[in-house]
Nanobody
Framework: QVQLVESGGGSVEPGGSLRLSCAASKFTYGYYAIGWFRQAPGKEREGVSCIRNSDGSTYYPDSVKGRFTISRDKNTVHLQMDSLKPEDTGVYYC???????????????????????????WGQGTQVTVSS
């Protein structure tokens, strides 16, 4: 069982920055992907970024591309969020999936496959509010 602990949420004005962190407990298998998802009130949960440990590949949807940056330091993943907009407001969740298969992890965290359904472990969520 992988445990995820998020930190770094808060309130910021439009154009500001926040940095979220997700500390993961030890993985059982050698390959894993960690993603960040967000959910605004009344909306579906959407993915905002992911990274996989096999080759360090990352993915960002167009809504955050150029503004958000995901990075990994051992089992801790950071999400640097710059140029924040009011529509970035929501609860941000860190999620992880692990696998013993290199082929399986390479199929994750790509434009054609970035879904919360692929992730098995979830953090408690942290609130991000962007408002003037």
């Amino acid at each position: 069982q992988v445990q995820l602990v998020e930190s770094g949420g808060g309130s910021v004005e439009p154009g500001g920055s926040l940095r979220l962190s997700c500390a993961a407990s030890k993985f059982t298998y050698g390959y894993y992907a960690i993603g960040w998802f967000r959910q605004a009130p009344g909306k579906e949960r959407e993915g905002v970024s992911c990274i996989r440990n096999s080759d360090g590949s990352t993915y960002y949807p167009d809504s955050v591309k150029g503004r958000f940056t995901i990075s990994r330091d051992k089992n801790t993943v950071h999400l640097q969020m710059d140029s924040l907009k009011p529509e970035d407001t929501g609860v941000y969740y860190c999620a992880a999936v692990e696998t013993p298969s290199f082929t399986t992890v390479q199929a994750l965290c790509v434009e054609t496959r970035f879904s919360n359904r692929d992730y098995d472990y979830w953090g408690q969520g942290t609130q991000v509010t962007v408002s003037s």
